[in-house]
């Protein structure tokens, strides 16, 4: 079965960095479009950042020019850099295959002086 397992969340300070990652197992990641999504208490899951299969990027409004996704296709890993963290960034935040209903557990990201 499709397995997305995040890593790398936690407790971080206002204006310091962090690196999600997600290992998938179960599917041909090469093909498929990865992505990484947040929820914040109360308010609806909103796109981070999206890559193509082709390595082509995209981001959310809210963290343009502060994230970084990336992938390694030989180990079934896509990365979510994050930079200049704020602390409306503090969410859940979560890999997903694109098109697809499969998402990971997500991973606790906390953003506090």
């Known amino acids: 079965q499709v397995q997305l397992v995040e890593s790398g969340g936690g407790l971080v300070q206002p204006g310091g960095s962090l690196r999600l990652s997600c290992a998938a197992s179960?599917?041909?990641?090469?093909?498929?479009?990865m992505g990484w999504y947040r929820q914040a208490p109360g308010k609806q899951r909103e796109l981070v950042a999206t890559i193509t299969r082709g390595g082509s990027t995209n981001y959310g409004d809210s963290v343009k020019g502060r994230a970084a996704i990336s992938r390694d296709n030989a180990k079934n890993l896509v990365y979510l850099q994050m930079n200049s963290l704020k602390p409306e960034d503090t969410a859940v935040y979560y890999c997903k295959v694109v098109h697809t209903a499969y998402w990971g557990q997500g991973t606790q990201v906390t953003v506090s002086s």
């Open positions: 179960g599917i041909s990641f090469r093909l498929y479009d």
